[in-house]
């Protein structure tokens, strides 16, 4: 059984920095290379993409957070992270972490909700002017 379990939201100010995380499990021993990914929501609107990293490293970010946020992971503690800096009101949204088998998807789909397998329950990020 796949699980993911994010963590790190809060209510910030304008121009705050947050870190969040998330916990997997499963996702090595049933998929022998598999992404990541960050998502999220905001009300009323699409769930959007704003990072992701294949399984050979490379990431894409969404033009909306290109040099405000980093998304890293680290497959021998099973965690990704999404480091936001600057952050602006307009980042406030529910944030998702995903997976999917790498066999499952690629590039230009890497910010496509619909082609992940796995997610998280969320975590509440909310940005204050």
């Known amino acids: 059984q796949v699980q993911l379990v994010e963590s790190g939201g809060a209510s910030v100010q304008a121009g705050g920095s947050l870190r969040l995380s998330c916990v997997h499990s499963?996702?090595?021993?049933?998929?022998?290379?598999?992404?990541v990914a960050w998502f999220r929501q905001a009300p009323g609107e699409k769930r959007q993409g704003v990072a992701s990293i294949a399984h050979d490293s490379r990431t894409y970010y969404a033009d909306a957070v290109k040099g405000r946020f980093t998304m890293s992971r680290d497959d021998t503690t099973n965690t990704l992270a999404l480091l936001m800096s600057s952050l602006q009101p307009e980042d406030t949204a529910m944030y998702y972490c995903?997976?999917?088998?790498?066999?499952?998807?690629?590039?230009?789909?890497?910010?496509?909700?619909?082609?992940?397998?796995?997610w998280g329950q969320g975590t509440q990020v909310t940005v204050s002017s």
């Open positions: 499963g996702l090595s021993d049933r998929h022998g290379h598999f992404w």
């Open positions: 995903a997976a999917v088998s790498a066999l499952r998807v690629s590039e230009p789909f890497w910010s496509d909700p619909t082609v992940y397998t796995y």
